[in-house]
């Protein structure tokens, strides 16, 4: 079908979003341990690239719109299979209501610590001292690892986790997970394609199947391997770390591919936390019921409105909507 693919709302993403090229080499000092930056900047029609690494090996891409001004947005972090444009339904939505909103798409990485020391320097090129995540299940679990890792010096102001999880056991892969460099890339595909909807589903739940497995034949062999084993190799989240992070959990109440133990494991782990069901919408519901995900977005983000961790342009926000949500906090501040 490849519906979404040629749709004019994809498009119009493609041909309208701002998007730049950064060159950003990493090289050590002579004299110190702190590494020095080189920057190339150009304007572009594709992704923005960012290279954070002295080999050039280390590539971000990324969405970056809304206004600039805002210093603590709201970033995407995709799945296995996904690329940074699997939310362009979020960003066109989002930013057309005032929000800064980034969508990445992540460099190989082999484990967990590697990947958020990374995200660290990206978000220090980007000069954003705290951010809100949205992580899609892979990007869900790295989301609350990066929380985890910055805890002593806190970068994530809030997450919202959608269809992931806390512990990588529970895909049963741990014991393959190093061999997943070795295998060649048709394997790698049928291991990711084995987790989406196989049953009859709604005409937009299969475009938004057909969508990503476009972007999963867009991902090269180490791409995919590499992520694959930061999805499987054996982690888990230590919940005490990032207790004080506002969170909201948002799945679905039909097949994904996770499963009720998963689910349950996150609602025990977040006692505290929102949580967004969607009836519908499976493993990909910011595709395929992209209004209900942006509508409980916004929910999660409006407890902010009127701090300086808002991700909005306050003047996109009414005074009446101020007064409600400084009373709301008001009244939570009481009962804590």
Not at 248 to 271: G, N
Not at 299 to 305: R, V
Not at 309 to 326: F, G, H, N, T
């Amino acid at each position: 079908m490849g519906e979404i693919k040629v749709s004019p709302d994809y498009n119009w993403f493609r041909s309208t979003v701002p998007l730049k090229k950064l060159f950003l080499h990493i090289q050590a000092s002579r004299n110190t341990c702190t590494p020095l930056y080189s920057l190339v900047e150009s304007v572009s029609n594709s992704t923005c690239t960012i290279i954070v690494d002295d080999d050039d090996s280390k590539i971000w891409s990324l969405y970056d719109a809304g206004p600039r001004n805002i210093r603590c947005p709201l970033i995407f972090l995709p799945p296995v299979s996904g690329t940074a444009d699997v939310f362009f339904r979020q960003i066109l939505a989002l930013t057309g209501w005032g929000y800064r909103v980034i969508a990445l798409q992540y460099p190989v990485y082999w484990d967990h610590l590697e990947f958020c020391d990374g995200f660290r320097k990206l978000l220090d090129h980007l000069q954003l001292d705290k951010v809100h995540l949205f992580g899609a299940s892979l990007g869900g679990f790295l989301a609350q690892k990066f929380a985890e890792y910055t805890h002593k010096s806190p970068r994530v102001h809030s997450l919202i986790l959608c269809n992931s999880f806390s512990d990588t056991s529970i895909f049963n892969q741990t014991w393959t997970a190093s061999s997943f460099w070795l295998m060649p890339s048709f394997m790698l595909k049928k291991i990711v394609l084995g987790n989406f909807s196989s049953g009859p589903v709604d005409p937009m739940m299969a475009d938004a199947i057909d969508f990503m497995v476009d972007r999963l034949e867009s991902l090269g062999q180490s791409e995919l391997a590499s992520r694959l084993t930061l999805n499987c190799q054996n982690s888990y989240v230590e919940p005490h770390k990032i207790r004080d992070i506002p969170v909201t959990i948002m799945d679905v109440f039909d097949q994904s591919a996770l499963s009720t133990e998963a689910k349950e494991e996150m609602y025990k782990l977040y006692p505290n936390a929102r949580r967004a069901h969607l009836k519908t919408g499976g493993n990909f519901p910011y595709l395929c019921r992209s209004a209900e995900v942006n509508l409980y977005v916004q929910i999660h983000l409006l407890q902010f409105h009127g701090t300086k961790y808002a991700a909005i342009d306050p003047s996109m926000v009414s005074a009446e909507e101020l007064e409600v949500q400084k009373g709301s906090l008001g009244i939570s501040q009481e009962e804590q």
